[in-house]
């Protein structure tokens, strides 16, 4: 028997990470991503939000989702899948009125996620944040209407 294993696949050469790719981002760069989500949440929890705030809310969900997937966080998914249907309900809330609000009760939601993505950011090396914003893209140029799984939400 061969010492040499053959899969069903044969990966190509493997990219060796540099010392960067497996630290966390630098501060400076964690706290301005933290910064942007946190004071979204506040304008669009008050009712000063617009559509690019509501925008990088979601962005901030979903990133902290891939990178959840990527094994950075135990968040349940319905949370993930509260904060989208919120937003939803948000835009259509604006369609109609013109009013660019957040729900009061899918606020702590935000509020955990929140906490979560900066976690993340704080701890997660960088590559899985390349990672995440690669699927993030994937996911925006796609025809799927979300990257988060439908659950039960009874």
């Not at 990470?17 to 946190?38: D, F, G, N, V, Y």
């Not at 704080?122 to 995440?132: D, E, G, Q």
């Not at 690669?134 to 659950?151: H, K, N, V």
Request: charged letters at 20%; one cysteine or more; glycine letters at 6%.
């Amino acid at each position: 028997m061969s010492s040499k294993r053959r899969g069903a696949h044969a990966p190509g050469p493997k990219k060796h990470l540099t010392k960067a790719m497996l630290l966390p981002m630098a501060e400076a760069a964690a706290r301005e991503q933290s910064l942007s989500s946190h004071l979204a949440l506040v304008a669009c929890r008050d009712g000063h939000g617009n559509k690019h705030l509501f925008n990088e809310l979601m962005r901030t969900v979903y990133l902290a989702w891939f990178l959840q997937q990527d094994g950075c966080g135990i968040e349940p998914a319905n949370s993930f899948k509260t904060a989208e249907y919120a937003v939803e309900a948000s835009l259509q809330l604006a369609h109609m009125s013109g009013e660019w609000v957040l729900a009061e009760d899918t606020v702590p939601v935000f509020e955990r996620l929140l906490a979560l993505h900066d976690s993340q950011l704080a701890t997660a090396p960088l590559h899985k944040f390349i990672r995440a914003e690669q699927r993030l893209r994937q996911f925006l140029a796609g025809s799927a209407s979300s990257p988060i799984p439908e659950t039960d939400q009874a």
